[in-house]
């Protein structure tokens, strides 16, 4: 069963910017579609963003032109580089594969923004 370990969380203020990791084990990790994923408080888990295994990129409408997201293959990692952040970014960030998340969900990571 693959593992994914989700770190780079923490507080920031508004309008500034964190880089979240997610590192997965196991094999052929390259084949498959990477998304991010958060769940605010008293919220459920929503997509935010995607990157195909060749590089192509989908982003949810509120972060657009705001969050970047990039894998690097060859660490079986992604990343998601978090710019401008609002208040409303607040959540725990997962990752996992997309747009079906079939993997076990690891423990994610804290972003708290603060205004």
């Known amino acids: 069963q693959v593992q994914v370990v989700e770190s780079g969380g923490g507080l920031a203020q508004a309008g500034g910017s964190l880089r979240l990791s997610c590192v997965a084990s196991?094999?052929?990790?390259?084949?498959?579609?990477m998304g991010w994923y958060r769940q605010a408080p008293g919220k459920q888990r929503d997509w935010v963003a995607r990157?195909?295994?060749?590089?192509?990129?989908n982003y949810e409408d509120s972060v657009k032109g705001r969050f970047t997201i990039s894998r690097d293959n060859a660490k079986n990692t992604v990343y998601l580089q978090m710019n401008s952040l609002k208040p409303e970014d607040t959540a725990v960030y997962y990752c996992?594969?997309?747009?079906?998340?079939?993997?076990?969900w690891g423990q994610g990571t804290r972003v708290t923004v603060s205004s």
């Open positions: 996992n594969t997309g747009p079906a998340h079939i993997w076990t």
């Open positions: 990157v195909t295994s060749s590089g192509i990129a």
């Open positions: 196991g094999r052929f990790f390259s084949d498959y579609t």
